[in-house]
């Protein structure tokens, strides 16, 4: 699996955690919740550490977003330098420990970017 599916499978299961459900159910998302979220956090700071380089920052040395939530590149020239990196950032193979195995009977409401982002790493079984 690579670091960018890890942050896509994360997002998934903070969006289904948002939601009643079984116990059992919610005992497995929370745990995948777990083992995912050090490389999502991982991936998150690292992005930041890319930004903070190749932004234009703010008054207080922060970066300084636009209106939409991008940013501006202090330096126009780099932005394929910038995008190389993150696409290799994201393409960092992991392993997760424990991964797979989770099965679900959903009891909820998921939706077909959840399905795909969980591939490989839920097995639903019909409700």
Excluded at 24 to 39: D, G, N, Q, V, W
Excluded at 41 to 65: Q, S
Excluded at 104 to 113: E, G, M, Q, Y
Aim: with cysteine; charged share 30%.
């Amino acid at each position: 699996m690579i670091l960018l599916q890890c942050v896509t499978a994360y997002v998934a299961v903070q969006k289904l955690m948002e939601q009643d459900m079984d116990f059992e159910s919610a005992h497995a998302i929370m745990t995948l919740k777990r083992k995912l979220e050090h490389h999502a956090m991982f991936y998150a700071e690292r992005e930041r550490d890319l930004i903070m380089e190749y932004a234009v920052l703010g008054e207080n040395g922060d970066i300084k977003l636009n209106p939409n939530g991008t940013f501006n590149f202090r330096d126009p020239e780099r932005k394929p330098e910038y995008d190389r990196l993150r696409r290799e950032l994201g393409s960092v193979g992991v392993e997760l420990e424990g991964a797979g195995g989770i099965r679900l009977k959903p009891r909820f409401d998921v939706t077909p970017a959840q399905l795909e982002a969980l591939d490989g790493l839920v097995e639903w079984e019909s409700p």
